[in-house]
């Protein structure tokens, strides 16, 4: 079940970048936060508007995109930004997150 | 900008112009308090890299004045020869993919 904050984040990203793949995967449940928490996520976000993009300007499209939800409730947010070639190269496999250590607590 | 906002600047363009290899991050080399932070140093290690850290945990307005520095929100934050180069997921990438070899050498 996808809760608020993750919808607007999955509406977000397909309004600004048109993606072709788009996953919003709530990863707070490995957090140091109460269950049901949405503020840790990772987007996996496959893209026309990536192409010929730096990994740095494809992560500032996305953050941009999410200024609002970055401003807000999200601490933390895992971006894996791709064109169409670059995700059936890879055959739609990501990394996974580092696992939490606590953190600041926020 | 205010005072306060005009010093962090300056403090943080000092960091990254007095260390080649400089990481804000959360907690540092040894007690990262992030795993995000934690890859990123990890990957360094790995690469024998010489790098710097400061911890943002300990400094709330530097916290803050790196994320207006970069015009980027989150931390870990890694520059190399005062480029900004990214945070967790491209230090990561670039690493799988072998090209933050290139980008930690030392230029010539």
Redesign the interface.
């Given at each position: 079940m996808s809760g608020p904050v993750q919808d607007s984040i999955h509406d977000a990203l397909v309004a600004a970048l048109a993606p072709t793949v788009l996953e919003v995967i709530n990863e707070s449940g490995n957090h140091n936060v109460p269950p049901g928490s949405e503020t840790h996520f990772k987007v996996i976000v496959v893209s026309p508007a990536f192409e010929g993009k730096t990994?740095?300007a494809r992560?500032?499209a996305v953050?941009s995109a999410l200024?609002e939800q970055?401003?807000g409730p999200v601490h933390?947010?895992?971006?894996?930004a791709f064109t169409a070639p670059q995700w059936a190269e890879r055959g739609g496999v990501v990394?996974d997150?580092?696992?939490?250590?606590?953190?600041?607590k926020r | 900008m205010s005072d306060v906002e005009t010093e962090t600047n300056t403090r943080i363009r000092e960091l990254i112009d007095q260390n080649r290899v400089m990481l804000f991050m959360?907690?540092n080399k040894i007690f990262?308090?992030?795993?995000?932070s934690?890859?990123v140093v990890q990957i360094l290690k790995h690469h024998g890299a010489d790098f710097q850290t400061f911890n943002v945990?300990a400094d709330p307005a530097m916290r803050q004045g790196i994320k207006v520095f970069s015009?980027?929100?989150?931390i870990p934050q890694l520059y190399v020869d005062g480029e900004?180069?990214?945070?967790?997921?491209?230090v990561?990438?670039?690493h799988?993919s072998g090209e933050l070899e290139q980008v930690l050498a030392p230029k010539s």
């Amino acid at each position: 079940m996808s809760g608020p904050v993750q919808d607007s984040i999955h509406d977000a990203l397909v309004a600004a970048l048109a993606p072709t793949v788009l996953e919003v995967i709530n990863e707070s449940g490995n957090h140091n936060v109460p269950p049901g928490s949405e503020t840790h996520f990772k987007v996996i976000v496959v893209s026309p508007a990536f192409e010929g993009k730096t990994l740095v300007a494809r992560h500032r499209a996305v953050n941009s995109a999410l200024a609002e939800q970055l401003a807000g409730p999200v601490h933390a947010l895992s971006i894996q930004a791709f064109t169409a070639p670059q995700w059936a190269e890879r055959g739609g496999v990501v990394p996974d997150s580092p696992p939490c250590l606590g953190g600041s607590k926020r | 900008m205010s005072d306060v906002e005009t010093e962090t600047n300056t403090r943080i363009r000092e960091l990254i112009d007095q260390n080649r290899v400089m990481l804000f991050m959360k907690g540092n080399k040894i007690f990262p308090s992030c795993g995000f932070s934690a890859q990123v140093v990890q990957i360094l290690k790995h690469h024998g890299a010489d790098f710097q850290t400061f911890n943002v945990l300990a400094d709330p307005a530097m916290r803050q004045g790196i994320k207006v520095f970069s015009e980027w929100p989150t931390i870990p934050q890694l520059y190399v020869d005062g480029e900004f180069v990214g945070g967790c997921d491209i230090v990561t990438q670039l690493h799988n993919s072998g090209e933050l070899e290139q980008v930690l050498a030392p230029k010539s």
